[in-house]
Structures are given as C-alpha cells and as structure tokens.
C-alpha cells in the first residue's frame, strides 16, 4: 500500500523490515521495470469513505429514577463531543481505517495515563497484532482468555516507572538487562518505524538500552472476581494486581469491562481470529498487472530502437555501426544480402485488454467503484445516474460501515467510562470546551459527573445507526426540504424567533449561513441587552425595538435553568424591569379598539332574543 515494489526482493521477512513489499516472487532481470500502484488509491477511497462522517452519539441513563445518572447520561454526549476534538479522534479513525484494510485488524486501546497532563487524562493508541496478542483458537475477541500487549520502552524510564514500594509492585525491575535481538514481529514493527521508502535502511540501534514490556490482562474468574493485571520486563514479573484490585479497568456491565481493548475485523476469515485485508485480496492482481506494465515497456524500448539484421561482422565503422540499435546477426553464406533494418512486432492487444480488466477486478474485490473516488464513467454525466452509482457502491459497504460503527460505540463507551471512573479532579480544557458548546449547562451536572460518585456503570452509549455512512448532499438537502414541508422540523417558515432559530439550524446543517435580515439583526440586538444585563450595565427600550421579537427573547432567558440558578437578585429584577417596559410600550401602541367594541375581557351582552319567551 506504501507503494515500494521493488522487484529485488529477498527471502522471509526482509522485505517488510526495510518498508518493501513483495511485488514479485522471483527475480527480475528486466532493466526499468515500469510499475504502477493501484492498492494505494483503493485504500485511499475507502479510507475517505470509512472517515467522512463523524459519528452521531447518544447517552442514556440505564437507570432513568435516578437524577444523578440522568445528569451523567446528558453531559457524557457533551463530553464526548468536546473530547472528539481534544482527543483528535478522527486522525485515531483514519490509522484505525488505514491499518485495517492495509493488515485487516486493528485494535484501540482506550486507557488512562498517569503521566499526560498535571493530574493524567485519558489517552488512546491505535495498535496491530504486531504489538498485541490473543489466542488465536479464541474468534470471539470478548472471550479471549488473556490479552497481552508489548512494546520496547527505554530502560531508565522503565526502572524509574516501575521500581515502587506500593502493593502489588514486586521489586525485580533492577533484575532486568537489555533486550536482546530477536526476530519477532515486534522488532518487525520496530525496523519499519525507522525505515525509509526505496533506500530499505535498517536501523540497528533501534533496540540499544531497550526493554520489553508486556501488559497482560486476564478475565474474572473463580477467586479472581475483578480480573487480573500483571506487567512483565524482559521476562521478569514487576507488577502483579491484588485480587482486591484487580484489572484496574474491570466494571460490571452488561458487558463485561476488564481491559482497554477494542478490536476491528475488516472482514472475517471463517475460523481465524484474525481478519482479512484488502491488500492481500488485491496483491495477486497487482503483481500480474507489474508483470504487464514490464512488458509493455520491455516492448517499448525494444520498438524504439532500429532492429538491424546484418552477417556477421558486415557492419564497418562509419558506415553503418548498429550503435543504440537491435543487431542480429547471421553467418555469411554466398549470396548474403546486405544489412536491412526491420520494424519491431509491437504487442498484441490482449495484453492491454487484460491490464484494464485486472484494473477493474481490483476495484470490483475492493467492493468500490471509480466514482467513491471521484471519478465517474466515461459518458455518465447526469447527477441523478452518478448518484446511483455511489448508492450502489455504498449498499456493498453496508456490512463493514456497521461493523464499523459498533467499533467506534464500543471505543466511546470505553473512553468514557474511562474518563468518568479515573478522573478526580476536572480537566480545564474539557470543561472550557463543554462550556463552549453548550452555555446552557448546570453546575450540578457538570459536578454529577466528575470525580463525585462512582457511575461508570449508568452510562449507556449508542452511535445512531446509519450515522457513519456517507451521505450525498444532494439527498441530504431533498431531506430537508421534505421534512420541512410537512412541518416536521417545526414552524420553520414562521416569522418568528423560533423560525428564525429553526432556518439557522437548518442552514447550519447544510454548511451554509443564514443571510442577514431585518429579522435577524433585531434578535442579535436582543441578545446584546441581555448581555448587558447581566453585566448590570444600563439597557433603554428604543421606539425602533420590534417588540415581538425582543419579548421572546429576554423570556427565554428570563427562564433559563442557568439563569435563575446562577443570576443575583439585581440581575432577575433588571430583566423583570426591561420586559415590562417592552410590554407597556406594545400596549401603549397597540391600536384602540373600534367604536361599540367591548373592552378586552369583558363579557359581550347576551344576543336579543335569547332570554326566557
């Protein structure tokens, strides 16, 4: 996928140690082997695909009595929403997509480090089963008997991390030496971090002053109830849970949570734990079309150069040399004729119908077709046929995008309750973030969720189903407007603040803005002296003021949960005071009633007749 396919490759593992894949099996004498890479734009594509849509989520309490877990369910959407951005989840989404088409798993281990921030925060890493191993007769990933993840870490820091005097920390870390050469696939992954494309350089030192750590964790189990964590260096245990302990991530759930693991599959070998990649489906194909496109070239040079037929040392200096071009030559008989030159056979066109027929297999096994990428067929040019298309080549990715999705639904439960359980004191830039999306939200609720009770298991995450699949914005936009003219989304065309808050929304998500109005320029003038308000300073109300949208607008805020559990006294008698004036102005222009009219309220007099014959 990386696109190095040199053709000179060597045995065994060579080839991935020094970034080069196995383009051929054999070696090629051929000189300027012309090669093309048709795996990379196909794994792009349906990166692009996997990634364009950012996952909707949902919260739910799994005990709606319960207040508390009411206030964790509502602000942990917010919480994830903040950290998608803090945590930069949609690069974690592109290595996670990339790595599984390109090796056909991959895992997320969503954890809390002690050593990221002033207090720890949560941290994820996107790993392989390079660095991580299960038990391969296990398929089902939540019955794995044992997970066991390893990577080399320097030995200081590994002396100075685990060298403790606390329960479960067993003070053989000062036992451990370097590592030693090895030739398991963790080194493999080590030599490919510090390898360079075509130049196949191995860094040597890569492993000097190392240590492997082996993070192991092991299920509940019969006197074992919360799982079991041990860490291993260099073969020597350093750390071992207490049975008291535990996995430091066991939570009783529905699920059961005892480690920070969640494993993707992109398309399942019947009876292997381990997935299936789109490059090694595709790698045959490739290797065929290499051999295509040599030949092609092999042939080309050949037809550019003259092809001489000449008897054997008939070509004189200064003559006729044969000097850049093809000579063949025969013994000299009598009668030979003299040297002619004759025309190349160029290669038949089979060769070029199969190249183009190897191309669209390989996009035809990916299960894509050339306009997820961008580029419709030849001739096809009418939006609603090119949309048919793309929902064509969606409907084959269905299974993977759900897949997908439940990835992704049970990363961000994990992170979560990751969050919720380790984090004791809050986090700045989170609630700076939370406060940023939604002004709206309560002290309570923001306290409910961190570090005041243990809820970690009352918090119920649900991607909505669908969410991730890329969606045409044309279709996207037909939505709408149907929706909105069945009066689904509310009273959108009305001329109200409530309409006018609707058509924003509306115009958000279609990633447009709203134009400026007479309408909106008033309500941001609404806004300005609630502002102002609440800052004590002075508000007048203009004779120029449309009172049918100010009225609204100083009520809402007037009743808003926040307001009325953080403004003063003086702050809700200031907007009491301004609503008022805005309402005696209304009054005082409102139109007097016509002659013989009752007065507003009053009961009008019985028709005539209606009373007792």
Not at 36 to 52: F, G, S
Not at 183 to 192: C, K
Not at 219 to 246: D, F
Request: proline fraction near 7%; aromatic fraction near 8%; include cysteine.
């Amino acid at each position: 996928m990386n696109g190095d396919q040199r053709v000179d490759t060597a045995t065994g593992a060579a080839p991935i140690m020094v970034n080069s894949q196995p383009a051929n099996y054999m070696h090629d004498s051929r000189q300027n082997v012309y090669q093309t890479n048709e795996i990379e734009p196909i794994v792009r594509t349906l990166v692009a695909y996997m990634c364009r849509s950012r996952p909707a989520v949902e919260c739910f309490p799994s005990n709606w009595d319960d207040e508390q877990q009411r206030n964790v369910a509502k602000l942990a959407e917010m919480v994830h929403e903040a950290k998608y951005d803090i945590d930069n989840e949609y690069d974690n989404s592109r290595l996670s997509a990339y790595w599984a088409l390109t090796i056909g798993t991959v895992y997320a281990k969503d954890f809390w480090n002690p050593l990221k921030g002033r207090n720890g925060n949560n941290d994820t890493a996107i790993l392989t089963p390079f660095s991580v191993s299960i038990d391969n007769s296990v398929t089902d990933f939540d019955k794995q008997p044992l997970i066991v993840e390893s990577y080399f870490v320097d030995k200081d820091w590994a002396i100075d991390m685990y060298n403790r005097d606390e329960a479960g920390y067993t003070g053989k870390i000062n036992e451990i030496s370097d590592s030693a050469g090895n030739v398991s696939t963790l080194q493999t992954l080590e030599e490919i971090k510090y390898s360079l494309p075509f130049i196949g350089y191995q860094f040597a030192g890569s492993l000097k002053n190392k240590v492997l750590i082996q993070e192991i964790y092991i299920p509940p189990a019969k006197g074992w109830n919360k799982g079991r964590y041990i860490i291993n260096c260099n073969g020597k245990t350093v750390y071992s849970s207490l049975k008291e302990l535990g996995s430091p991530y066991y939570m009783p759930l529905e699920d059961e949570m005892w480690h920070p693991y969640t494993q993707f599959v992109l398309e399942p070998y019947l009876g292997r734990a381990l997935g299936k990649s789109i490059v090694e489906q595709l790698m045959p194909l490739q290797i065929r079309l290499n051999e295509i496109n040599g030949a092609i070239l092999e042939n080309a040079n050949t037809l550019a150069k003259p092809n001489i037929m000449a008897a054997v040392n008939q070509l004189k200096k200064g003559v006729l040399n044969g000097k850049g071009s093809n000579v063949y030559t025969y013994q000299v008989v009598p009668g030979a004729r003299e040297p002619f030159v004759f025309a190349g056979v160029p290669l038949p066109s089979q060769f070029f119908e199969e190249k183009k027929m190897l191309i669209d297999a390989m996009v035809r096994e990916a299960g894509t077709n050339f306009v997820m990428s961008g580029t419709p067929p030849t001739g096809v040019t009418a939006a609603s046929a090119i949309q048919t298309l793309l929902e064509n080549a969606s409907s084959q990715q269905s299974d993977l995008m759900i897949s997908w999705e439940k990835y992704h639904e049970k990363r961000f439960t994990k992170k979560l309750r990751v969050i919720h359980k380790f984090m004791t004191e809050p986090d700045d830039r989170l609630t700076g973030y939370i406060r940023m999306l939604n002004r709206n939200l309560l002290e309570k609720q923001i306290k409910d969720f961190v570090g005041q009770v243990d809820l970690t298991d009352g918090i119920v995450l649900k991607i909505q189903c669908g969410s991730m699949i890329p969606k045409s914005e044309l279709a996207k936009r037909d939505m709408y407007k149907n929706l909105a003219k069945e009066g689904l989304l509310g009273p959108i065309t009305e001329p109200s603040p409530q309409g006018a808050r609707l058509r924003a929304q509306m115009l958000e998500r279609l990633g447009e803005k709203p134009f400026e109005t007479e309408e909106s320029v008033e309500l941001k003038k609404a806004k300005w002296e609630n502002d102002r308000i609440m800052q004590g300073l002075p508000v007048e109300v203009s004779e120029y003021d449309i009172a049918a949208i100010h009225l609204p607008c100083h009520i809402g805020e007037l009743q808003s949960p926040v307001f009325l559990e953080k403004a003063s006294d003086e702050q809700k008698i200031a907007f009491d005071d301004h609503i008022k004036q805005h309402k005696e102005k209304m009054a005082a222009q409102a139109p007097a009633p016509p002659q013989g009219m009752p007065p507003e309220g009053a009961m009008p007099p019985p028709p005539q007749g209606s009373g007792p014959a």
